[in-house]
């Protein structure tokens, strides 16, 4: 069975929105403005590459990122990956050639069962409304928060506001930087 990784560049206060500068958001590019650069404190960025399957996406991710990746370096052990992009709406037309193998999935059911085959981890990166989906639907394995020592109050937050049972979460590991930012690696708690 494979692990799902939800990773994601959070605010204090759980906003996900725009953090490398996406327009249309008045926040946008937090985590680069008034942040010092830590190599260390992304350190897990690069670790999440090596470890990593395939990558999970929801369609407005995938078309942000295909739009960037394939011609940046730093990704090249992304976009080598498998993509899976989850959506209802994106036709086979709209992929990107040469940007690995994408595979469209049209339901939760079928990230499911992806997740029962073999490989390595599930990585989902952006794509907050699909994180809500995901985790409502109890399919997150483990969380990994780079958390921004920022309150950014308006914007798209990482966790769903679902009114549900409460869900318990196990800290694996975690660090603290220089610059503020710290390293949460959660495990889900079944």
């Not at 190599?39 to 929801?58: S, T, V």
């Not at 995938?62 to 992304?78: D, H, I, K, M, N």
């Not at 506001?161 to 949460?184: F, K, P, S, W």
Request: glycine content about 12%; overall charge negative.
């Amino acid at each position: 069975m494979r692990t799902l990784i939800s990773t994601a560049f959070v605010s204090l206060d759980g906003v996900m929105e725009a953090p490398g500068g996406e327009t249309g958001y008045r926040n946008a590019g937090w985590t680069f403005e008034g942040v010092e650069f830590l190599p260390e404190a992304y350190a897990i960025k690069g670790r999440e590459q090596e470890e990593a399957g395939a990558l999970l996406l929801g369609r407005r991710s995938y078309e942000a990122f295909s739009a960037v990746w394939p011609g940046r370096a730093e990704f090249a052990t992304y976009n080598a990956l498998p993509k899976y992009v989850v959506s209802t709406t994106l036709g086979e037309d709209a992929l990107v050639p040469g940007w690995g193998p994408t595979t469209l999935l049209r339901s939760l059911d079928e990230v499911a069962a992806l997740k029962e085959g073999e490989g390595g981890p599930l990585l989902v990166q952006g794509s907050a409304r699909l994180h809500h989906a995901l985790a409502d639907a109890g399919l997150v394995d483990r969380y990994h928060l780079l958390v921004f020592p920022l309150l950014l109050g308006a914007g798209l937050r990482l966790f769903p506001a679902t009114d549900a049972d409460t869900r318990r979460l196990r800290l694996v590991e975690h660090a603290a930087y220089a610059n503020g930012i710290q390293l949460n690696i959660f495990d889900v708690v079944r």
